[in-house]
């Protein structure tokens, strides 16, 4: 199996548990090893009091992505923390982007950078997730 078939058949079994993603419209544009690309619309439920988005649900969408790329190796991993510092706001009705990447993976500790952009590319968000990772697989594979 190639590191992009492992990649993939990840995201496909997380993706069939993922139920708060796909309740908010995400779609994964692409993964491979160490990387990934969501993408969500920014829905009328997904405003606030200013008529942006939430601030939330742009998080939201950035650690879904990194929860893809740093769990491509078919080593289940969970966050340990992130931050997040916001540049531009959500628009109705536009297609955000968070483009996940990997910085360093060594032993059992990963950290990833996300940018988040908008339908004209400009950035609205800078995100850093660290991760760790957790006995299991999301398949079974030969040794």
Not at 22 to 44: C, F, K, N, Q, Y
Not at 46 to 70: E, Y
Not at 79 to 87: E, K
């Amino acid at each position: 199996m190639t590191p992009e078939e492992r990649a993939r058949r990840c995201a496909d079994a997380m993706w069939a548990k993922d139920a708060a993603s796909r309740a908010l419209g995400m779609a994964i544009e692409a993964v491979g090893p160490g990387h990934a690309t969501l993408s969500m619309t920014v829905r009328d439920d997904f405003l606030n009091g200013h008529g942006i988005c939430h601030g939330g649900l742009i998080n939201t969408l950035a650690d879904s992505a990194f929860a893809f790329a740093c769990n491509s190796y078919n080593q289940l991993c969970v966050a340990q923390h992130n931050a997040i510092t916001y540049l531009a706001p959500g628009q109705p009705g536009e297609r955000l982007t968070a483009t996940a990447r990997e910085v360093s993976r060594e032993g059992r500790s990963g950290l990833y950078d996300v940018q988040v952009t908008g339908g004209d590319g400009r950035v609205v968000a800078e995100f850093r997730g660290a991760s760790r990772q957790i006995p299991g697989q999301h398949f079974e594979e030969p040794a």
